[in-house]
Structure formats: C-alpha cells, structure tokens
T-cell receptor, first 115, second 110 residues
Framework: NAGVMQNPRHLVRRRGQEARLRCSPM?????VYWYRQLPEEGLKFMVY????????ESGMPKERFSAEFPKEGPSILRIQQVVRGDSAAYFC?????????????FGQGTRLTVV | EDQVTQSPEALRLQEGESSSLNCSYT??????LFWYRQDPGKGPEFLFT???AGEEKEKERLKATLTKKESFLHITAPKPEDSATYLC???????????FGKGTLLTVNP
C-alpha cells in the first residue's frame, strides 16, 4: 500500500513564476490536508479538502494561493507569482473517510525554493 | 486558538539513557493529541494518537501518556536510530486541522 505521494520533491522557481505542487493520497483516503513548514517554525495548517470540495481554507493566504482536489487525479496546491517568502517545505497529508479525528499520514513533502 | 508548546527544544542523550519529552497544550474540546517523528528532509511519521486523559500507548521504546494539560513521550533505553525531531499536535472542537508544536530535536549518541 503506497503512502502519500508528493511531487516534485524539490522545486525551484524564480520570483513571479507559478508553482504547482501535487499530492496523491493513500489508497482509499478521501481527505487531504496541506501544511507548510517554514525554517525554524512548526508545521502550519493551510487547507483541508475532500473530493471536489474545500472544507476549510482558513490557514491559506487569501491571495496567490489556491488548492483543489478533483474527482479524478491528485490534489494540487497552486501558488501564483511566487515571492521569496514562499520558500518552505509543503506537506500533504491524507486520512480515510470516517476516520476518528485526524489520524493523518504525511507525504515526504515538496521543498520550494524561490530565487 | 489552540496552542502547543514542546520542551525541551533540543535534547542530547547517551545510548541507553532514558528520558521524557513534554508537550503542553491548550485546546477547546480535545479531539485528539498526536505524536509524530520527523527525520531530516522527510515528512512526519505517525506514532500515536491519544484521545482522553489517562490514556497511554506504547511502541517499542516509546510510550506516550496524556493528562488534561500535557502529554509526555517517554523514551526508554534509546538507541542512535531514535535520533529525530519529535512533533506533538492537537485537534480540537469542530476543527479537523492539526496544530503543531515546534518539536523537540532528540540526538542519541552511541
């Protein structure tokens, strides 16, 4: 049973470009969460999605950031017009439907560097 | 707002020297307290979930306990391969999101 798959593992973008981060949840999981980890800081919640629905995006910046989890295919976190401050590790987690609380399993992350 | 504070920030142990990591939390209506292990350059690896005060869980050399205000991760006779950052997180109320502490960096010397 493959774990949560994220790609790419490393992504370098110039300021002003777009970054697209992909996350394929574990088989049978329909809940996806995105977290951001800045250097010397803890993991911060960004957004919680179920298939075709955004459930909670309270941690996501209002501008330039968007997320989707289509009926088919991976979840995408999209960052438009990236700035240096967006450099961080972005982690995706997934959990099965009906799971108690949030026993979420994390992927290996995408490390975004903005130059 | 949910808050999690972990201490110490860093801990160095000799192989075989048992110790404990602390996680203090404030949350409105605890749904669960979670412990993860994170190795450099990797994603967090799930260890335990605790749901109510008094609950304990064990896995190999690790044992997690929970009170109404804090959780402890006890490490018995650690080995160098236990070296990692240990993260504590909570979820509370109607939220499904996890609030994480900054972690404790554990180094076990041979």
């Amino acid at each position: 049973n493959a774990g949560v798959m994220q790609n790419p593992r490393h992504l370098v973008r110039r300021r002003g470009q777009e970054a697209r981060l992909r996350c394929s949840p574990m088989k049978g999981h329909s809940h996806v969460y995105w977290y951001r980890q800045l250097p010397e800081e803890g993991l911060k919640f960004m957004v919680y999605l179920q298939k075709e629905n955004i459930i909670d995006e309270s941690g996501m910046p209002k501008e330039r950031f968007s997320a989707e989890f289509p009926k088919e295919g991976p979840s995408i976190l999209r960052i438009q017009q990236v700035v240096r401050g967006d450099s961080a590790a972005y982690f995706c987690a997934s959990s099965p439907p009906g799971s108690r609380d949030t026993e979420a399993f994390f992927g290996q992350g995408t490390r975004l560097t903005v130059v | 707002e949910d808050q999690v504070t972990q201490s110490p920030e860093a801990l160095r142990l000799q192989e075989g020297e048992s110790s404990s990591l602390n996680c203090s939390y404030t949350v409105s209506g605890l749904r669960g307290l979670f412990w993860y292990r994170q190795d450099p350059g990797k994603g967090p690896e799930f260890l335990f979930t605790l749901y109510s005060a008094g609950e304990e869980k064990e896995k190999e050399r690790l044992k997690a306990t929970l009170t109404k205000k804090e959780s402890f991760l006890h490490i018995t006779a650690p080995k160098p391969e236990d070296s990692a950052t240990y993260l504590c997180a909570v979820s509370g109320g109607s939220n499904y999101k996890l609030t994480f502490g900054k972690g404790t960096l554990l180094t076990v010397n041979p």
